[in-house]
């Protein structure tokens, strides 16, 4: 087991209404702290559930999103308009529930150039606007995958300069994917990982009480950063010593 850089703060939600207001709480806090330092608030997405999630929070929390920038945590390889683009699931959402969000405020991926390329543009994009994200927010699959760093694939865990890398092969389709990098990661003012379900009970154990680094999640560890963790029932079931 290893140490944390920072404390772990960990949010239990009793029901999908109380997940929803604590990350909108988190959304607030992170945003205020943000803006009151410079002029935009720069979050990383992920997909999956979070993307309901986090639209059943903006809505409900009626924040004010015009100075906030998005960006993609990692990013499938396919066309923008595929069903299993990131953005395009976000963009689907957006667009008829939250149309204050303008297409302007997306800093996405070029999936039209080779799969390297697309990385390294993707990486000089990010540089150019972020230095340290102000709050990245992640999912975790069973397997314990976050972004798309995955278990069977370790030397992506080794990588130290790139801040975006190139996926293939990947465990999860679709094969090709970019993502980001723990450097990129770990530098972030706030990280949170955002995990429900009863079937990543024992993951998120192993994760977050044991650190176990054989799974890519546990390897998120911000250096300067606040490290939080918003559950539903089912998925903080097995870590009662944490709450």
Excluded at 72 to 96: H, I, K, M, P, Q
Excluded at 161 to 176: D, G, T, Y
């Amino acid at each position: 087991m290893s140490e944390r850089k920072s404390p772990l703060k960990v949010i239990p939600s009793a029901s999908e209404e109380q997940l929803v207001q604590a990350l909108g709480d988190l959304l607030q806090r992170c945003s205020q702290e943000a803006l009151a330092k410079h002029d935009k608030f720069s979050v990383g997405l992920s997909g999956g559930s979070l993307v309901q999630l986090l639209t059943k929070s903006l809505k409900s929390c009626n924040l004010k999103t015009t100075n906030w920038v998005f960006f993609f945590c990692d990013e499938r390889y396919v066309r923008l308009d595929d069903s299993d683009s990131t953005y395009g699931a976000y963009r689907a959402e957006w667009l008829t529930q939250l149309p204050c969000i303008q297409e302007s405020q997306f800093v996405r991926a070029d999936t039209s150039q080779p799969l390297d390329a697309c990385a390294a543009d993707y990486e000089a994009k990010v540089k150019s606007q972020v230095d340290r994200f102000d709050l990245l927010l992640l999912g975790m699959g069973p397997d314990g995958h976050t972004c798309s760093l995955f278990p069977e694939q370790p030397t992506t865990l080794q990588e130290t300069k790139r801040l975006v890398i190139p996926i293939r092969n990947s465990p999860k389709p679709p094969p090709e994917r970019i993502t980001f990098t723990l450097p990129l990661i770990n530098k972030a003012r706030n990280v949170a990982f955002v995990v429900t379900g009863a079937a990543k009970a024992s993951v998120v154990k192993s994760v977050f009480v044991d650190l176990d680094k054989k799974f890519p999640a546990a390897w998120v560890n911000p250096t300067k950063g606040q490290l939080t963790l918003i559950v539903d029932a089912g998925a903080g079931k097995e870590i009662e010593t944490l709450k």
